[in-house]
């Protein structure tokens, strides 16, 4: 079936350095692929979206691009901050299914 | 209301009760979802609703989970005699419609606690 690998956290990271966290996924056909944020204490919440190949997804200052070619959708930023502290998810959708998650990435930025 | 509501927050019950999980979703969402957020194991799909109905039921892990929504709104996430594995966060989340492009918006969780 469908699935989402992403990269095992915790990521740390000081402040205004650069991140990358990888997520690849496993689908038949063409899904949509998603990034969510959950920021302590606080309900997921949709990041950026990306519905078809080469798409780029973007939304404070984070960036993903649909790689149909290596199924994957790594989500970037050039600079993080403290506030970007959170755990990430990686998603997708097909047709008629429920978002799939991946397990999520814990990222925490130090000052 | 203004965003998807799930209630009870917290939940803490004997091994071998029965649960009754609650979510109200944002007004007008025709589709529901329930999933389940478990430490190191990320955010497991249960179950999702098209209005009343549930096309996939595949993610139920077992029969004591069921669900149903009535009225095309609030939904029950229902587990009988709970086991200790079922302790975790359940999360509601809805969105207008099941397009699979759709924003889903999630509630704050019911954290269940099973002794």
């Known amino acids: 079936g469908d699935s989402v690998t992403q990269m095992e956290g915790p990521v740390t990271l000081s402040e205004e350095a650069s991140l990358t966290i990888n997520c690849t996924y496993t689908a038949t056909g063409y899904p949509s692929l998603f990034w969510y944020v959950q920021y302590p204490g606080e309900g997921l919440q949709l990041l950026l979206k990306a519905t078809k190949a080469d798409d780029k997804g973007s939304n404070k200052g984070f960036e993903a691009t649909y790689r149909k070619e290596t199924t994957s959708f790594h989500l970037e930023k050039g600079s993080v901050q403290v506030s970007d502290s959170a755990v990430y998810f990686c998603a997708l959708c097909q047709a008629g299914t429920a978002l799939i998650f991946g397990k999520g990435t814990t990222l925490s930025v130090s000052s | 209301g203004a965003g998807v509501s799930q209630s009870p927050s917290n939940k803490v019950t004997e091994k071998g009760k029965d649960v009754e999980l609650r979510c109200d979703p944002i007004?007008?969402?025709?589709?529901l979802y329930w999933y389940r957020q478990s430490l190191g194991q990320g955010l497991e799909f249960l179950i999702y609703f098209q209005g009343n109905s549930a096309p996939d039921k595949s993610g139920l892990p077992s029969d004591r989970f069921s669900a149903e929504r009535t009225g095309g709104s609030v939904s029950t996430l229902t587990i009988q005699r709970t086991q200790q594995e079922d302790s975790a966060v359940y999360l509601c989340?809805?969105?207008?419609?099941?397009?699979?492009?759709?924003?889903?918006?999630f509630g704050s969780g019911t954290q269940l606690s099973v002794l």
């Open positions: 989340a809805s969105s207008s419609t099941a397009n699979s492009n759709e924003k889903l918006f």
């Open positions: 007004s007008g969402h025709t589709a």
